[in-house]
């Protein structure tokens, strides 16, 4: 059930001509004998891949009839990611917003509306995913999973087979594949750091414990004050991951368990009408991490807001890999998760005002944790304290059986989940706080000084638990050596139990059963016309349906995703592009800006085409491109002024592109000089397509290299941001000027080193 691939210099990145000649400038300026070929390899290997595949056997990624992308451990490396969406930025096709810390990032794909997190992004951990909801309030699923050196790969797959596979979900499935042991032991050490502060240690050891027995095992720990500085050690964590593997005469089991305790400061949208606010600015910091929050009836306690998003959990599984008799295959997944996903955030409520528009006395107020006396012209912004403790647990378990014939196959498969979801919140909690790095709370403003909070609050207790069953079998067909059809139907039942007490006062304010049945199906052919050359056309049906907090805010009608796909792929000794045109229509989309608020219901449309491509040439050069160009337009709603807008956040155009140079020095020192450039059109930040709310286009560099000093130690240095650009990602849900009082800025530049060594 592994994967792996060829040693190419993969990445995907967006663009701006002045970034590519700066990269290839340091390369040409270097004082490099450069090699005649690639020090680590001249040979292309095959790229195989398992994710979407209707067998659960793996195919060849150039026969593979869906849209799906691949990286390996050193194509990550070059991404360097702070955050594991950072990740997803190379994923044609894919708008991620990173923005947000080491969790809480909001994720896109193909059009699909959304108005944050990621309600169309599964994310697996050998093939089994981690938490079947896609999204739930305050929590998306690549919080629950942290890069280190034990992932050694991870596939991209989208819209393709994901309707009928794995839990269901129309969008985006990413899988993570784990490192195993060889008869070899191996391992590394590596020491991080950055200008920021940064200091973390990751280790891995991988061998053989006997015969066709062998073990992996690694993890990290590590502790930053942030990307952006908030005066404390914002960035903490620890991460331990076993994985153990069995080679059966007729296949392979293999066990695995990771636990994580890892959290970072939460960076929420900031005033950027403020002078001196830019992409290095957090309100929170040192005078205001410790706040008093009163919830319930007359309840109060005191919380640490610098722990921001995090993940504080265990998830173990394993798979079970048969190649039985007489052409019989059986493929066995599972996973077990719990945890907890907390939530601090300090979130803005409106824009900046001065201090006197205000204050009690129209001239100042007083910082409640320094005593220092703020005059009227200082920016002030109310700020609300929010709290979301989230306890989750999840099983699932993923069945099927292959029977192969002379031309063709039939699968069978049972799919079956429970998880569940106990919350606590309290939201809102606002008071007006002085706009600076780590800028206090204020009294002398009389909301600040009572329990009216300024402005709403929302405190909720509450239980969900779901259970998700589902039957799917799929066939293909060889017409001939060329052309392959294939086809999936999947037959799901979707349970729901939820209470909810609103105002924490001990009653139940509602209580949800729903249990409600869906058909979901594919079918796509392919067409190898030429050796390694190849077209697919592909349709498919799926539904989203509603979790708990959909439930909460009478979301209770599931949403239909069409899907429509036509795919040309071609790989050779030196290039491989993978070109797929897409249509989708995503049917009942629901969204509101914070709880109580009136609900929107769109209909919207998308269709557009995605391109991955490599180059790679025998000297040690090679390119990489993703680029997204896509259309989106709201065809129904229940604001029926939005009707022709685009969707919300989405840019029409998206394009990466990374160069890549291998080198060799005389004393046979070698390494990769890299860089990435990205770029994405404007934006639309609201469903109105407000002019005053454009997010607008912006081009970011990050550029790298990586010198192998002998065949045991390696360094990389990685910048991020080089020009320092002041992108923003998204706006202010929950404003309500018409104006883009608030936006959430890109990471400022920053400088990460990293040394290791290979045993």
């Known amino acids: 059930m592994l994967i792996l691939e060829k040693e190419d210099n993969n990445m995907t990145n967006k663009f701006k001509l002045s970034s590519i000649t700066l990269a290839m400038t340091l390369a040409c300026q270097a004082n490099y004998s450069l090699a005649a070929e690639s020090p680590e390899s001249d040979e ?27 990286f390996s451990e050193d194509d990550m490396a070059k991404i360097a990611p702070k955050s594991t969406a950072d990740l997803f930025k190379a994923v044609p096709g894919v708008w991620a917003e990173s923005s947000g810390g080491v969790s809480g990032a909001n994720v896109f794909v193909r059009g699909f509306p959304g108005a944050g997190d990621a309600p169309y992004l599964t994310v697996q951990l050998q093939g089994a995913p981690i938490f079947p909801p896609p999204t739930l309030s305050f929590l998306e699923n690549s919080t629950l999973f942290r890069i280190d050196d034990t992932v050694e790969f991870m596939e991209a797959l989208r819209g393709g087979t994901n309707p009928v596979l794995s839990n269901g979900q129309p969008g985006l499935t990413t899988n993570f594949l784990l490192r195993e042991g060889s008869e070899d032991t191996e391992g590394s050490i590596k ?31 590590k502790s930053s004050p942030g990307a952006r500085d908030a005066g ?57 991490r410790l ?12 919380f640490d807001f610098g722990k921001g998003r995090g993940w504080d959990g265990t998830v173990s599984g394993g798979s079970i890999d048969l190649t039985l008799d007489n052409g019989w295959f059986l493929v066995d997944r599972f996973s077990y998760t719990n945890g907890d996903a907390d939530t601090y955030g300090l979130l803005p409520q409106g824009g900046a005002v001065k201090l006197s528009t205000v204050a009690d006395n129209g001239v100042s107020a007083t910082g409640l944790a320094t005593g220092t006396v703020y005059d009227g012209d200082t920016d002030v912004q109310m700020v609300g ?32 989940s429970t998880y ?9 909690n606002q008071s007006y706080h002085v706009v600076e790095q780590g800028g206090e709370n204020l009294t002398g403003i009389d909301c600040n000084d009572n329990a009216d909070h300024c402005s709403w609050s929302y405190d909720i207790n509450s239980i969900g638990e779901g259970k998700t069953t589902a039957l799917y079998l799929a066939g293909s067909f060889e017409f001939s050596d060329a052309l392959t059809l294939d086809a999936g139907v999947r037959r799901e039942n979707h349970e729901i139990e939820y209470t909810l007490d609103v105002g924490l006062d001990g009653t139940l304010d509602q209580v949800h059963s729903f249990d409600e049945t869906s058909t979901s199906w594919t079918v796509g052919a392919n067409w190898m016309f030429a050796d390694k050359q190849g077209i697919f056309v592909r349709t498919s049906d799926g539904s989203k349906m509603p979790f708990f907090d959909d439930l ?9 995703v069409e899907q429509y796909e036509l795919g040309y792929k071609h790989s050779s000794d030196n290039f491989e592009l993978y070109a797929t045109g897409f249509f989708n229509e995503v049917t009942g989309d629901k969204f509101s800006s914070r709880p109580g608020a009136p609900i ?18 025998d000297n040690g050069f090679s390119v990489t491109v993703g680029a997204t160009l896509q259309q989106t337009e709201q065809t129904e709603s229940s604001t029926p002024e939005n009707i022709g807008n685009e969707a919300a956040r989405l840019p029409n155009w998206q394009v990466r592109i990374t160069p890549s140079y291998d080198f060799e020095l005389d004393s046979g020192l070698y390494g990769t000089l890299y860089g990435t450039i990205s770029s994405a059109a404007d934006r639309f930040s609201d469903n109105a397509n407000t002019d005053a709310l454009i997010l607008e286009s912006f081009a970011k560099i990050d550029v790298g290299v990586i010198v192998n000093l002998t065949d045991e130690v390696r360094m990389q240095l990685a910048v991020n941001n080089l020009t320092d650009e002041e992108g923003l990602t998204e706006g202010d849900p929950r404003g309500t000027s018409g104006l883009l009082d608030n936006g959430r800025y890109i990471l400022p530049r920053s400088i990460d080193f990293n040394v290791s060594y290979l045993f």
């Open 232 to 288: 404390f050690n914002a960035e903490k964590g620890k991460q331990l991951t076993i994985n153990i593997t069995k080679e059966l005469d007729n296949g392979k089991v293999n066990l695995y368990t990771r636990s994580t305790d890892d959290h970072g400061t939460w960076y929420v949208p900031a005033p950027i009408t403020v002078e001196g606010v830019d992409n290095e600015f957090t309100q929170i910091g040192t005078n205001n």
């Open 385 to 416: 304290g929010w709290v979301v403790l989230k306890e989750i647990e999840a099983f699932t378990n993923d069945f099927i059986l292959t029977k192969t014939f002379d031309k063709g196959s039939v699968t069978g498969g049972f799919y079956n």
């Open 420 to 428: 569940s979801s106990k919350d606590w919140w309290s939201l809102g």
């Open 44 to 70: 292309k290997i095959e790229k195989i891949v398992v994710t979407g595949s209707l067998t659960g056997k793996a195919v060849a990624k150039e026969e593979a009839s869906f849209a799906i992308s691949s």
């Open 191 to 221: 020491y991080s750091t950055s200008d920021y502060g940064l200091q973390r240690v990751d280790g891995v050891i991988s061998g053989q414990i006997s015969d066709d027995l062998y073990f992996m095992m690694g993890g990290y720990f």
């Open 291 to 302: 706040q008093e929050i009163e919830f319930g009836e007359g309840e109060s306690k005191v």
């Open 552 to 560: 909460r805010e009478g979301k209770v009608d599931p949403q239909n």
């Open 600 to 617: 929107q219901v769109t209909t919207t449309e998308a269709y557009g085409v995605e391109l991955d491509f490599s180059f790679f040439t």
